[in-house]
């Protein structure tokens, strides 16, 4: 167990003070009396680890990091949360897959060698893009996503759409990688290392082929997993990672970037990968108010404060996980809002599957859009 | 789709996993035993009570774990025992079908074939077909590892422990 005392020292979670201020925040304790961050914590700094390893709660955590806003020992709980489900998964526990472990299989099968995928049929006439380039846009597993999911009618490729878009718009031609594999931010969460490493070297060594200085996202997890995760597992790279909010808010503020007229009331869901993991939280907001007609009202709970969408790499989703998303939902209907807007696929996926469940569809009338779709219909013409 | 880089060795043998429905489907397979029909035996069988059983997630795992052909063996639509299993099955076949093209490998790499009742024949024309189409197609590129040789546990107990 070495390596669990190394976990928690690096985690900071000798200096937690067992005040439980964590589990009074964690949008899962609030529905599950049985889960709770301050005894996930304690179990590990009082020697009973076989069964924290070997239990469920270590998958139920959505890693929102809405704990660590409020720990005053600064204990990073997601990271040890992480690091413990690696040593769970060489023990060979794992949570439970949701989706018939259907995207799980879909995260190994990408780590083949001879894997030659054709994934770049969604990109509509029009929209520009190269082989090589100075700017890659990784595009992330929405192609699969809105295969996946049709029946909840999710659109994550009209990100991905607006995101090219935006981007001509702003006269950068992106290279798109017909081969991109999936970021493994789901591997690495759910403890599976060897996996996630796999997914990265193959990720780097095609983006070295497109000459790309520049990577741009448009999912959070994948910025996330690209910018902090990749050096530390596969080396320095030699591109920056940068999320698309933060290109186009600084074209709006250079006045590069105009949109047209679009009057509507909306509401911005802050993903967790893109808030608290990134610290992205004026640039979309920024986008937003620079579409004239826009009114954007803010949720009872948003920013550092936002709730989670309620799920994480595709483990354990059930009736906690529901009520979190309704909790959510409920939030953004009252802001009186017509569109619920997120930044990221897995927020919009999660949002919409909980507004189709029939003891809500009847309260809830809201759309669900992504930030880059809608910035892209307001594209001045 | 099929790449030239990747012409089949002389002698390949597909390995190709089957989940066949109890009721009309398995008694074609019944009776091509009990009539001694011969036909490939490339195909390891996977029994469920329905193939409505059979989500999406157990058709890409067959495929992580080595298949180099997936075949859905059900009943004829209108004689499904549980009236709505074999419509579920043609949604989620669609679907699969769907991911298997942007993964870049020929959409009929998964086939679905309605097996009347004690149908054997008729089984084994369809599985010897399927084998010979898969032959020439070669081995799946969607194997992360070197393909396992007991890959068939492994399905089952996916079967058994994942819900759709």
Redesign the interface.
Known sequence: MAEIDQIIAETGAYSCLDCGKCTAVCPISRYDPDYSPRLVVHNALSGRRDGLLRGSQLWSCLTCALCEERCHSAVRYCELIKALRAEAHVLGETGECTHGGALQSLMHIMTADSLRQDRLGWLSKGLRTVATSDTLYFVGCQPYFDILFSDLGVHTLDAARGAVALLNRLDIVPALMPNERCCGHDLLWAGDVEHFVRLAEHNVKEIRKTKARRVVTTCPECYLTLKAEYPRYVGELSFEVVHLSQLLAGAVANGELKFRRLKRRVTYHDPCRLGRASGIYDEPRAILEAIPGLELVEMARSRAAALCCGTQAWMNCGATNKQIQAERLREATATAADILLTACPKCQIHLKCALKDDSLSGELHLEIEDVFSLAARALAR | ?S?GN?SPKPGFQPRIAGFVCNWSAYSGVEMAGVQGTEYAANMRLVKVMCLGRV????L??A??LGADGVMLLGCPVESCHYEFGMERTREVFT?AR??L????VEPQRLALVEVPLGGGAFLARQVSGFVRYVGRAGPS????TPRRKRALPAMEA?VSQ???
């Open positions: 789709m790449r990747r989500h999406g997630g157990l890409l795992k495929f992580e679907q769907r991911v093209r942007l993964l870049g590129p969607l194997c992360p996916a994942t819900r759709g």
